[in-house]
């Protein structure tokens, strides 16, 4: 079993649509969560951090649940821009400051 | 201020040749990594150095080398290389210690073909 798992999509939605990704983890110790966005071709970059009491960012709301291991990410109001994969990120408990990368979920946005 | 950067960006080798990629970064951090990333399975961690003069192994080090060179540079040898190391390969820094100890950022990545 992975480590960090996410369905890889793609997810294909028209632009002003709600769309939400999930993801699971194996380590029930892990302590920080994370979502990275990564462009086509490009490199991986902070999108938000996840804390227990969820947390929004503009557009974007992330929620944790420790007790079924799963963080997701909600994204209301989609625009173009939003096209790019969205990588699910944890650290777990004794790893330091190393990280755990999902193998991420695609999204297209379409007009 | 580059963040971080990578050089080459693409490269073609043939099996059994050597090379290195090198990385540098220019935001004072302290800890550096390479990760490659393949289709499907997303960015797994081949080596990290946590600080200046230490490197550990990450979860798919084999047929890898890494030097520290300075708290700027941290480059990744392929001594032989195999056809199986055709990857995308992203060199990334953090810091050590506070909040942002998790904030890792990237360089642009180097497209490596090994025929």
């Known amino acids: 079993r992975k480590e960090v798992e996410q369905d890889p999509g793609p997810f294909n939605v028209p632009e002003g649509a709600t769309v939400a990704f999930n993801c699971t983890y ?6 920080s969560f994370f979502w990275y966005r990564q462009d086509c071709r ?3 970059k902070l999108l938000m951090s996840v804390y227990s009491s969820g947390n929004e960012d503009g557009r974007f709301t992330a929620q ?16 173009l821009s939003d096209s790019a994969t969205y990588l699910c990120v ?8 190393m990280l755990t990368f999902g193998g991420g979920t695609r999204l297209m946005v379409k007009p | 201020n580059a963040g971080v950067t990578q050089t080459p960006k693409f490269q073609v080798l043939k099996t059994g040749q050597s090379m290195t990629l090198q990385c ?3 935001m004072n951090h302290n800890s550096m990594y390479w990760y490659r ?6 960015l797994r961690l081949i080596y990290y150095s946590a600080s200046e003069g230490t490197t550990d192994k990450g979860e798919v080090p084999n047929g890898y080398n890494v030097s520290r060179l300075n708290k700027r540079e941290f480059s990744l040898r392929l001594e032989s290389a195999a056809p199986s190391q055709t990857s995308v390969y992203f060199c990334a820094s953090s810091d050590l210690w506070g909040q942002r ?14 025929t």
């Open chain 2, 37 to 42: 990333q393949d289709p499907g399975m997303g």
């Open chain 1, 42 to 44: 490009k490199e991986p």
């Open chain 1, 90 to 97: 944890v650290n777990p408990s004794n790893a330091g400051n």
């Open chain 1, 26 to 31: 194996s380590n029930s110790a892990s302590q």
């Open chain 1, 64 to 79: 944790l649940n420790r007790a079924s291991q799963y963080i997701s990410l909600l994204i209301r109001d989609s625009k």
């Open chain 2, 101 to 114: 100890r998790y904030e890792q950022y990237f360089g642009p990545g180097t497209r490596l073909t090994v």
């Open chain 2, 24 to 26: 540098a970064q220019d």
